[in-house]
């Protein structure tokens, strides 16, 4: 009788075995699961006839992701590096024949015309999605935020002409209730929100020296 001897490179042989398709989700990401389920108004017994409740979240779901908000304000015309307003310059004001509204540069930020009433939930409700149960961690929620390319002008100076600004994914931290703002984190190339060690950011990115 002889012992079982377990190869060294074991846990690289397992890493290297392959088992076939599966449903799991096998990417590393710093986004708890239900922060991507999207809201159903929907009773949790259903009816004869009626689609199972979990059912409708995942349909959403899937169709939720094939939105992009920056396709969807291209097809109305409307340039998201617009949405911004800048600096006046006299200088550089366009002819009329190169402009195809108005000479006057956009210059009311976009808060003005945001309209909460027919969200589907409150911020509060929103930073929430980060708890997952039986951990104190909040850790942030998905979403995408209009911010600039450059990091250093863009803090410097957000209305600068040079700048631009695309949708940029992006994970919550917070939110202040008495700015009406939110705090956000963008996503490295692996769609991660980690700090300059690597480690995830957690409870809104404060640290203890505040």
Same mark, same amino acid.
């Given at each position: 009788?002889?012992?079982?001897?377990?190869?060294?490179?074991?846990?690289?042989?397992?890493?290297?075995?392959?088992?076939?398709?599966?449903?799991?989700?096998?990417?590393?990401?710093?986004?708890?699961?239900?922060?991507?389920?999207?809201?159903?108004?929907?009773?949790?017994?259903?009816?004869?006839?009626?689609?199972?409740?979990?059912?409708?979240?995942?349909?959403?779901?899937?169709? *939720?992701?094939?939105? /992009?908000?920056?396709? @969807?304000?291209?097809? $109305?015309?409307? &340039?998201?590096?617009?949405?911004?307003?800048?600096?006046?310059?006299?200088?550089?004001?366009?002819?009329?024949?190169?402009?195809?509204?108005?000479?006057?540069?956009?210059?009311?930020?976009?808060?003005?015309?945001?309209?909460?009433?027919?969200?589907?939930?409150?911020?509060?409700?929103?930073?929430?999605?980060?708890?997952?149960?039986?951990?104190?961690?909040?850790?942030?929620?998905?979403?995408?935020?209009?911010?600039?390319?450059?990091?250093?002008?863009?803090?410097?100076?957000?209305?600068?002409?040079?700048?631009? *600004?695309?949708?940029? /994914?992006?994970?919550? @931290?917070?939110?202040? $209730?008495?700015? &009406?703002?939110?705090?956000?984190?963008?996503?490295?190339?692996?769609?991660?929100?980690?700090?300059?060690?690597?480690?995830?950011?957690?409870?809104?990115?404060?640290?203890?020296?505040?």
């Amino acid at each position: 009788v002889t012992k079982f001897k377990m190869p060294e490179n074991f846990k690289s042989l397992l890493g290297k075995q392959m088992v076939g398709p599966s449903t799991e989700i096998l990417a590393e990401s710093d986004f708890p699961a239900q922060s991507f389920k999207p809201k159903v108004q929907m009773p949790f017994r259903r009816l004869p006839g009626q689609n199972p409740r979990q059912v409708e979240v995942e349909r959403r779901r899937r169709l *939720y992701l094939t939105f /992009d908000i920056a396709e @969807l304000l291209a097809s $109305k015309g409307i &340039d998201s590096n617009q949405l911004m307003p800048r600096h006046y310059d006299p200088d550089n004001i366009p002819p009329i024949e190169e402009t195809k509204d108005s000479v006057f540069p956009i210059y009311l930020p976009l808060k003005v015309f945001d309209n909460d009433e027919f969200d589907c939930r409150t911020p509060e409700e929103w930073i929430s999605l980060g708890l997952e149960p039986g951990s104190s961690d909040r850790k942030p929620v998905p979403g995408k935020a209009l911010l600039p390319t450059d990091d250093v002008l863009g803090h410097e100076d957000p209305k600068s002409q040079e700048l631009v *600004y695309k949708w940029i /994914d992006v994970g919550v @931290l917070d939110y202040d $209730k008495e700015t &009406d703002l939110y705090l956000v984190h963008k996503t490295d190339e692996k769609g991660l929100v980690r700090d300059e060690e690597g480690r995830p950011i957690l409870n809104g990115g404060i640290t203890p020296e505040g």
